[in-house]
């Protein structure tokens, strides 16, 4: 089972850029973040005529969560209420989707950006990542077949940034983020990047801003897939794929991946 992650950063926008990589890659699984439309504007006719199920959450200009799978999920359930499908969504902010896919928990989630360390949203982040491990505790046990992808808006090593010196205390890349990070690892998570690329050095995430980002290699890995150690055992490779940000409008962020033998 091939499993991916992309920050779209407006869905309709990257509807070229996404339907290219489903038809190159074939992943069972892909979990979208940021897809900035309200479960009405989704694109469902242009991701159906490519052979996938769609699961999604979204809301006006901001946030949204969806899975694309090739096989149709047992149950779909959004934020940290597991509202299923179908019921009122209670969380504000749509940030999170789970659903279960041919015996797989997949777990997506586009965690807050946090904005500054000495602000209000930074404080909502790390409360919305201790939220998420408390929901992954009530819900779910760290010895089933679980992953939990995404848009993090963390970087949790040195390698994990362009420059750890200077980055030091940002948001992204702030002692208080990787302690909360290590804590939701904690409960029985596994980065698979890193299982499989202990010290390699890669990106997910390049800010417009910068001139030729990725290819003077100024980036951020902040998307990750992680999985319980039960299902990270099955996984025999994880990589990421840059070539989508270099592409006619591109995302900031590219397609990260992991398969599995099961």
């Known amino acids: 089972m091939k499993i991916a992650s992309f920050n779209a950063n407006g869905i309709r926008a990257r509807i070229p850029v996404i339907l290219k990589w489903l038809e190159m890659q074939s ?3 892909l979990c ?18 490519s052979g996938y199920h769609l699961s999604f959450i979204g809301q006006k200009s901001y946030n949204g969560v969806a899975i694309l799978s ?7 359930g959004f934020g940290f209420d597991e509202n299923t499908a179908g019921q009122p969504q209670a969380d504000k902010e749509a ?4 659903a279960d896919i041919d015996g797989i928990t997949v777990v997506n989630v586009y965690v807050p950006q946090g904005q500054d360390p000495d602000s209000e949203k930074f404080k ?18 760290p010895d089933c077949l679980l992953v939990c992808a995404g848009d993090f808006n963390v970087a ?12 030091q205390g940002a948001v992204g890349y702030h002692p208080a983020e990787h302690a909360a990070l290590a804590r939701l690892k904690d409960w029985g998570l596994i980065d698979l990047f890193r299982k499989h690329h202990p010290d390699d050095k890669q990106y997910t995430f390049w800010d417009y801003r ?15 897939i992680l999985a319980t150690e039960k299902l990270a055992q099955l996984s025999t490779t994880a990589w990421v794929d840059d070539q989508p940000r270099l592409a006619d409008r591109p ?9 599995f033998e099961l």
Do not use: C
């Not at 995302?251 to 398969?259: G, I, K, L, P």
């Open 27 to 29: 992943p069972d699984v």
């Open 251 to 259: 995302s900031d962020h590219t397609f990260v991946v992991s398969e």
């Open 156 to 167: 949790p090593e040195p390698n994990d940034v362009y420059d750890p010196e200077k980055l």
């Open 95 to 98: 940030r999170l989707i789970r």
């Open 210 to 224: 910068v001139p030729n980002a990725v290819k003077r290699g100024i980036g951020w890995r902040i998307d990750h």
């Open 124 to 141: 909502y982040k790390l409360d919305w990542l201790e939220r998420l491990r408390a929901y992954l505790g009530q819900h779910f046990r």
């Open 32 to 49: 979208l973040q940021e897809t900035k439309v309200q479960d009405a504007d989704f694109p469902q006719e242009a991701f159906r005529t």
């Open 70 to 76: 090739t096989a149709k999920p047992r149950e779909v």
